[in-house]
């Protein structure tokens, strides 16, 4: 009777999280919210970025549609756990509003992205935590480059020539000193 029970709370909790990834895409913040209990919270973890509260996570989903007003996302997985349900989904949209102090660039973005849903009491939402890579969406937005290819080394030696210079320095004493520190004896 137990694993009955857990059983259909979790197809319960699961509808839940399809209903809220539905509303997400249909971009009806109304509906969105409905899916969340009482007590919200969201966390965007690679953004140091934690709403608590109702209005808070109403604040983080209207930033998000008006930054990304085609955002769409698509489900690729789902994993249920007794406490929390995570999805792996692929984010879509394009960059047309301000987001994270950034002005709109006009810019494609498609990433993946892995979210874990919490539940309260009453089966409802009461969180949602996301991750991602923070730095696969700012080169997106052709905020990033890599370090080590072209216009990445000339950006990271402009930005830190301190810290360049530093590494260099090493880098030629520890060439001219040969491979390894010197044989205590």
Known sequence: MRTLLGMERARARMAVVDEHI?????HDLD????????????????????R?????????????MRA???????????HVASESIVVEVTIRGTHLGPWRGLPATGRRMEFPLC?????????????????????AVLGQLGLFHEPVRGLGRVVTVLSHPLTIARAYLRRCFR???????????
């Open 68 to 78: 990304l007003p085609d955002l769409a996302i698509e489900l690729k997985h789902r």
């Open 115 to 135: 979210a874990v849903y919490t539940f309260d009491a009453d089966d409802k939402l009461a969180g949602e935590r996301i991750y991602y890579d923070r730095g």
């Open 52 to 64: 608590t509260g109702r209005d808070g996570v109403r604040s983080y989903y209207t930033e998000l």
């Open 175 to 185: 060439d001219s000193a040969g491979s390894g520190p010197p044989d205590a004896a």
């Open 31 to 50: 509906a969105m919210m409905a899916t969340f209990g009482m007590s919200a919270r969201y966390d965007d973890e690679p953004w140091e970025d934690h």
């Open 22 to 26: 539905q509303c997400e895409n249909r």
